[in-house]
């Protein structure tokens, strides 16, 4: 709906913001054989209505000043002021377009005596479109300046046109067919050229009349910069009257004419011609939704250009955000003495929730337990798994890795069962289908070496990157993800830790109650509480996991869409922090506001610059339009050289990133909008289980006998006759749902939960 409304608008706002060019821009004349002499020969204003083929000049020593594109705001007002100051009337060719917009302005003009000809809705050049669009054009007008004014005229001048003998055939079809309409066409003796802002002098020459002859006089009051036709007006007036002149609207002097004619002997009486006649009822109500029309499409595209503008100033703000304090935690990371204190060397507990996956269990399972960190314990919890995935565990008999099975609760369930068994104090997390590179763990939990730290974000990779659609989602994590880490960290706001590759205290992770299950997002949820129970959450991009990503589009919008779902959930449950004080205090109020703006709002609004590229391709100056996305899209390349080579990638898959602009990112729009449309309207999102194909293994890993599995138990914090932790605290909200039973679910919708890696709802992409 959204689309439609936008196509809609810009289409209209495309069509009544035809570009105005010069009026008399050099087209050669083509045959003139079917044009009458009489014509070709004869005066400016020209009738063929009821059939006839007739033409008339203004009276001896009369002038008719005409002013061709307006009503203008700027210089109108100004030519109206000249002509009352010399007593002075004028004919105004007035575009529909400009009526709908100015019709203050438009009534303005015949409230002072003047009088009102058609100059089209949009300025075309009538003999380039369709008859239809021909009628339209004068149609459309005519209803503008009923709306606007109350009154119709007879009159019309075609853009571009010249005087009467420049009229070849094919201008006598549109006269003709104009006369069908029952207007009279009008062109002019002399034009002053003041489109071409040749001199105040030099459009006086112009203007002025040979001898006593009378004249039909182009000038313009829009278009451009007016003031030399002012200054013009106030000195050509004055001077023609002393000469004798008499100036008069274009049907005061028609009118004059026919009287002439009309006193002749044995002349046939032709009545006179109404000069602004009052327009029918019916007209009045057409022109209202005319302008109604213009109005709401200029507003709506104001509003557009707007949201362009918050678009590329927060685009160029989080762009130097990411630079500057991304490259300052680089640069201390990578500091020949940095560190994080002491070695740590506490035994590891690594929680492995599972469910369906034996795909990629095994070589998950045997990354972990052969890493080269000391004493390292791995609790696979399968979560009520339909296949193999806890046998798998089981038959490769690791002495370090224990299967735990749960009735199927969901992730959260699976996450705090795993952490009431682990013997340990550092816990590890890490989903079903991720492997881990031997120094993975070890390089993890250095950072326990600072006490106030809480959790740690690993650094996730994408390792199907061969496949199209992941190799997308690879330079999405390294340049949406990882570099954005690196930012919050800095900030001290991270907003998660991601499933894939995380490390927490326990007491930690006590503290605020446990994994909650009271969002799709439960990464992020306990993230967030986390940081406003006072703990640093920092980003160690030494500790690799290599995660299979989705490779379709479906699996991939069913992904995001949780991950976006989820995140929204786990914003609008810790929306008091906004009001707290201490730690939660500020995590509220910089850490929310900042994944607000940049990771919903920023990809929300950022459609609003494809709709203008397309809106400028079509209907704006093609080459600028290109250059301005060219220049958005070498801000992202450079905001990505910079984050690969902080990753130490090779450069070549950014080869992708233009084409990604035009297909990947639009599905991550349709994933934010639908996330959003959900969360606003209480839907509940269901779960989906991702198809995976497992990914080899990174390196050898040790293989030992197996041991005795444990036993199951509820979860932990334990859930049964416990109730929730006390209200007071920043990080409450634990759930107390017993698990939920297999059978009460579809298969296809029971996978575990997540966020995005480097939290919020995304990347975003604006180039």
């Keep these: 709906m959204l689309v439609i409304l936008f196509v809609g608008v810009l289409t209209v706002q495309a069509y009544i913001n035809a570009e105005f060019k010069s009026d008399h821009a050099e087209e050669e004349v083509g045959d003139q054989d079917g044009v009458p002499l009489a014509i070709r020969g004869g005066g400016p204003v020209i009738n063929t209505t009821g059939g006839q083929e007739s033409s008339t000049r203004m009276p001896e020593r009369t002038i008719a000043l005409t002013f061709d594109d307006g009503p203008d705001p700027t210089w109108t007002p100004k030519i109206l002021e000249v002509l009352k100051e010399n007593d002075a009337h004028g004919t105004f060719f007035v575009v529909g377009s400009e009526v709908a917009r100015h019709p203050a302005l438009t009534k303005q003009i015949t409230a002072g005596g003047n009088e009102l000809g058609l100059h089209t809705f949009t300025h075309p050049n009538l003999q380039r479109v369709a008859p239809w669009r021909r009628t339209l054009e004068l149609s459309q007008t005519q209803v503008a300046i009923a709306r606007a004014t109350g009154v119709r005229t007879n009159l019309a001048r075609f853009p571009y046109s010249s005087k009467a003998n420049a009229i070849d055939d094919t201008n006598w079809e549109l006269v003709k067919e104009a006369g069908k309409q029952g207007y009279l066409v009008v062109v002019n003796d002399l034009d002053s050229e003041d489109w071409q802002l040749p001199g105040v002098r030099q459009i006086v020459r112009n203007a002025t009349p040979a001898g006593e002859t009378s004249a039909v006089i182009l000038f313009h009051d829009a278009g451009g910069d007016r003031s030399q036709t002012l200054a013009a007006l106030r000195r050509f007036i004055p001077m023609m009257k002393e000469r004798g002149y008499r100036f008069t609207t274009v049907t005061e002097g028609l009118n004059q004419s026919i009287e002439a004619r009309n006193k002749a002997k044995g ?60 490259t300052r935690h680089a640069r201390q990371r990578r500091k020949p003495d940095w560190s994080w204190g002491p070695p740590v060397t506490d035994p590891v507990s690594v929680i492995v929730p599972a469910y369906n996956e034996k795909e990629g269990i095994e070589a998950a399972v045997r990354s972990l337990a052969g890493g080269d960190y000391p004493g390292i314990e791995v609790v696979v919890v399968d979560d009520g798994s339909t296949d193999d995935t806890a046998a798998i565990v089981e038959r490769m008999a690791l002495p370090n890795v224990r299967v735990v099975r749960v009735p199927n609760g969901g992730k959260s369930n699976a996450l705090n069962t795993g952490i009431a068994l682990a013997k340990n104090d550092l816990i590890v997390t890490v989903d079903g289908d991720t492997i881990f590179e031997k120094d993975s763990i070890r390089m993890l939990v250095q950072a326990f070496a600072d006490p106030t730290v809480g959790a740690v974000a690993g650094n996730v990779k994408v390792g199907n990157r061969e496949k199209m659609v992941a190799a997308w989602q690879h330079i999405e994590y390294v340049i949406g993800f990882n570099l954005d880490r690196r930012l919050y960290e800095v900030l001290n706001c991270m907003p998660t830790v991601p499933g894939a590759i995380g490390a927490f205290r326990r007491e930690a992770l006590a503290q605020v109650g446990g994994v909650s299950d009271e969002t799709l997002a439960e990464d992020t949820d306990v993230t967030m509480a986390l940081c406003r129970a006072g703990w640093r959450v920092v980003y160690e991009e030494r500790a690799k996991a290599w995660t299979e990503a989705p490779t379709t589009l479906e699996q991939l919008y069913r992904q995001r869409y949780r991950w976006s779902y989820g995140t929204m959930q786990a914003m609008w449950k810790h929306r008091r922090a906004l009001r707290d004080s201490g730690p939660s205090g500020r995590f509220g109020r910089v850490g929310l506001p900042f994944l607000a703006l940049f990771g919903v709002a920023l990809p929300m609004l950022a459609p609003v610059v494809d709709i203008m590229l397309l809106y400028g391709l079509v209907f704006w100056e093609l080459q600028e339009t290109l250059l301005a996305w060219f220049g958005m899209l070498m801000l992202q390349l450079f905001t990505a050289a910079v984050a690969f080579r902080f990753d130490k990638e090779s450069v070549k898959p950014l080869w992708r990133l233009p084409l990604q602009q035009f297909a990947y990112r639009q599905l991550m729009y349709l994933v934010l909008m639908q996330s959003a449309t959900t969360a606003m309207t209480g839907g509940r999102l269901r779960w989906h289980k991702l198809q995976r194909a497992g990914l080899a293994q990174r390196s050898g890993m040790i293989d030992v006998p197996q041991q005795k599995l444990a036993p199951q138990i509820d979860t932990w914090p334990s859930t049964i006759d416990v109730p929730r932790p006390g209200s007071d605290h920043p990080a409450a909200g634990r759930a107390v749902a017993l698990p939920v039973q297999p059978s009460a679910m579809d298969p296809e919708d029971l996978p575990s939960a997540g966020s995005p890696p480097g939290g919020g709802s995304g990347p975003v992409y604006t180039g």
């Design 267 to 326: 002349a046939a009486a032709v009545p006179l011609l109404p000069e602004n006649p009052a327009a029918p009822a019916a007209d009045v109500w057409r022109g209202s939704a005319v302008l109604w029309t213009v109005r709401l499409a200029d507003g709506l595209v104001w509003f557009i250009a707007g949201l362009f503008l918050v678009v590329g100033l927060l685009t160029i703000g989080r762009t130097l955000l990411l630079l500057l304090l991304a």
